[in-house]
């Protein structure tokens, strides 16, 4: 096997930040010393990240991954590779059970003929078992409550793959549901939620151990209503995760959130839609008109709809907020692989573990080069 060497770059280590070379043969990391190989690549002082997991996106460069062909998924996985994105999870907004159908069909076309760009993982349901006084954008007609197996048989899967789902626990039969997705290898996570202490404990014990998009579309905090927000940040077991693109949640909330759960506690996801990538403009997704000015994105009834970041934006973001790179690997790409259960793959720079790697220049962040299973992605 030919094998391929990285060096010259500050090597961000899952405990700390290294100069070192990055030996990779076989699409795998073999060596982080070395200074030999049949390819050198000098990367001239790029800091060197684990690539960038994507658990949460529902879109981008022009493509919904509802309606999307398999053609179409390979274009965003091209795109987000070109963001530092190397694995991403396409998802679903509630919707009836035929398009449903459809968009599995293609997500597992795209999975058996994976291409040059981010890897497609598998699926992630936000919804359809969510509360309706917290759709935010999601559409209340397909939202559904649990009362046996079938209503989860319903929901169709690739034969392979990671399977997630964001459900409110609160809703009928949430909790047995919980049960039985944690039985089916689910990973669940809360979100759309106005569930109490009581409720979110029994879900937590039954198996739900993580929140979507915290803070948002959730029930406020309340001094005197303790609701989701507060349960998450109390349980040291539980993991969130957020959207940065700082309108989603105001930088000030980003520091606190760090200062209360630490960068162990949450992952970085986009949320982004089809827009992303696009411009400001209006977009047909979702069978609405999606507006987008100044990179806020609104409908109709003027909800904030998604984002039109990538895990780049977010990662600036919080670089800018004084975030080592150290907890940016953790929150952009290990926390999300632990969450998956892919940590033994991917998500972070270890020996043994493919070699899904962003550097990025050090003065503007720009990824320069990113490689997925060892191989450059362009």
Request: hydrophobic share 40%.
């Given at each position: 096997m030919k094998t391929l060497l990285l060096k010259n770059a500050s090597v961000v280590l899952p405990d700390r930040e290294v100069q070192a070379s990055v030996l990779i043969e076989d699409g795998r990391i073999v060596s982080l010393e070395g200074d030999r190989a049949d390819e050198e690549v000098d990367l001239a002082g790029a800091t060197l990240l684990p690539g960038f997991i994507d658990v949460h996106i529902h879109g981008a460069a022009g493509i919904d991954v509802m309606d999307a062909t398999a053609a179409g998924l390979r274009d965003v996985s091209e795109y987000l590779a070109s963001q530092g994105v190397t694995s991403w999870v396409p998802t679903?907004?509630?919707?009836?059970?035929?398009?449903?159908?459809?968009?599995?069909?293609?997500?597992?076309?795209?999975?058996?003929?994976?291409?040059?760009?981010?890897?497609?993982?598998?699926?992630?349901?936000?919804?359809?078992?969510?509360?309706?006084?917290q759709c935010g954008a999601l559409h209340t007609e397909y939202f559904k409550t649990y009362?046996?197996?079938?209503?989860?048989?319903?929901?169709?899967?690739?034969?392979?793959?990671?399977?997630?789902?964001?459900?409110?626990?609160?809703?009928?039969?949430?909790?047995?549901?919980?049960?039985?997705?944690?039985?089916?290898?689910?990973?669940i996570s809360i979100g759309h939620t106005r569930a109490g202490l009581e409720v979110l404990d029994q879900a937590g014990d039954a198996g739900a151990r993580h929140m979507t998009h915290f803070m948002n579309a959730m029930a406020p905090l309340h001094?005197?209503?303790?609701?989701?927000?507060?349960?998450?940040?109390?349980?040291?077991?539980?993991t969130v995760d957020v959207i940065g693109d700082g309108i989603h949640l105001d930088p000030f909330m980003l520091r606190l959130l760090l200062k209360v759960k630490g960068a162990g506690g949450i992952s970085l996801i986009s949320d982004a839609i089809a827009a992303a990538g696009k411009g400001d403009g209006d977009y047909e997704i979702w069978g609405e008109t999606i507006s987008v000015k100044n990179g806020r994105t609104a409908n109709a009834s003027g909800s904030i709809a998604g984002s039109v970041i990538?895990?780049?934006?977010?990662?600036?973001?919080?670089?800018?907020?004084?975030?080592?790179?150290?907890?940016?690997?953790?929150?952009?790409?290990?926390?999300?692989?632990?969450?998956?259960?892919?940590?033994?793959?991917?998500?972070?720079?270890?020996?043994?573990?493919?070699?899904?790697l962003v550097a990025l220049d050090q003065s503007d962040l720009r990824p320069r080069s990113v490689l997925i299973s060892g191989r450059f992605s362009s």
């Open positions: 679903f907004v509630p919707a009836s059970d035929e398009n449903y159908a459809s968009a599995v069909h293609v997500i597992s076309e795209a999975m058996r003929g994976q291409g040059p760009g981010a890897r497609v993982l598998g699926v992630h349901y936000e919804g359809p078992f969510v509360n309706t006084a009362s046996s197996a079938a209503d989860l048989d319903s929901l169709p899967l690739p034969s392979t793959g990671v399977r997630m789902i964001t459900i409110a626990p609160e809703v009928a039969g949430g909790v047995e549901l919980v049960r039985q997705l944690k039985k089916r290898g689910w990973v001094h005197r209503n303790p609701g989701p927000i507060a349960w998450g940040l109390s349980r040291d077991d539980v990538s895990m780049i934006d977010a990662v600036r973001l919080l670089h800018s907020l004084g975030v080592s790179y150290v907890d940016l690997a953790r929150m952009a790409s290990s926390n999300p692989a632990r969450l998956l259960g892919i940590d033994h793959e991917c998500g972070s720079i270890e020996v043994g573990k493919r070699a899904d």
